[in-house]
């Protein structure tokens, strides 16, 4: 029954390193978003993507940025980590614009140290 | 003032009880509101969708909107220890968007 997948539960990683969250998604899902969730400020977008190589900026994209060059993965890239992105990074996917339908992945829980 | 305003808890209830979990907005022309229920290390999973004002219930659940107060409101009747969870709103103007803004989430605990 999985149908987001995040390929990483927990992750550290050290200031400045170039790091790669991947998401799978397994239900043909045109549209995916990259979410991060921190306590007191929710869930903020990232980024989403409505199609194969297609992206937008959502509210906090700065110092983030993605690749989807298949339907069904949305890869989030931080390009030189640092302690201020220490989160929890979720993953959704959705068959349209933002839905009943859609679906979170279990999150990652990323550290910078 | 942030757009959607909710209480982060944690809301401590005994077994049983009805809980009433709310969040308030600024923004007037939201019209559709969503709920979602979030376990620990999981990722949020939608439990309620409503449209503009007024009541919708599914089991133990009811969501409530009131948009000339700005709030709406997910009440669980007969509380269960497995509905202890982080609960969260979303909310926007329009159907067509693909963002949806989220409340900050409320913690509850569902004591047995």
Redesign the interface.
């Known amino acids: 029954d999985v149908k ?1 997948t995040q390929s990483s ?1 927990y992750l550290v990683k050290r200031t400045g390193e170039k790091v790669f969250l991947e998401c799978v998604q397994d239900m043909d899902h045109e ?1 995916m ?1 990259w979410y991060r969730q921190d ?7 990232i980024y ?1 993507s ?1 199609d194969v190589k297609m992206k ?1 900026k ?2 906090i994209p700065e110092g983030y940025s993605v690749s989807r060059e298949k339907k069904e993965r949305f890869s989030l890239i931080l390009e030189s980590a640092s302690t201020n992105q220490t989160s929890m990074y ?1 993953c ?1 996917s959705s068959p349209r ?2 839905s ?1 339908e ?6 990652t ?1 990323l550290t910078v140290v | 003032q942030k757009e959607v305003e909710q209480d982060p808890g944690p809301l401590s209830v005994p077994e049983g009880a009805i809980v009433s979990l709310n969040c308030t907005y600024s923004n007037s022309a939201f019209q559709y509101f969503m709920w979602y229920r979030q376990y620990s290390r999981k990722g949020p999973e939608l439990l309620m969708y409503t449209y503009s004002s007024g009541n919708k219930e599914d089991g133990r659940f009811t969501a409530q909107v009131d948009k000339s107060s700005k709030y709406i409101s997910l009440f669980i009747r007969d509380s269960q220890p497995s509905d202890s969870a982080t609960y969260l709103c979303a909310m926007s103007a329009d159907p067509g968007t693909y963002k949806y803004i989220f409340g900050t989430g409320t913690r509850l605990k569902v004591l047995a």
């Open positions: 987001v539960r549209n978003f306590p007191g400020l929710g869930l903020r977008l989403f409505y937008e959502g509210d979720l959704a614009v933002w009943t859609a679906f979170f992945g279990q999150g829980r």
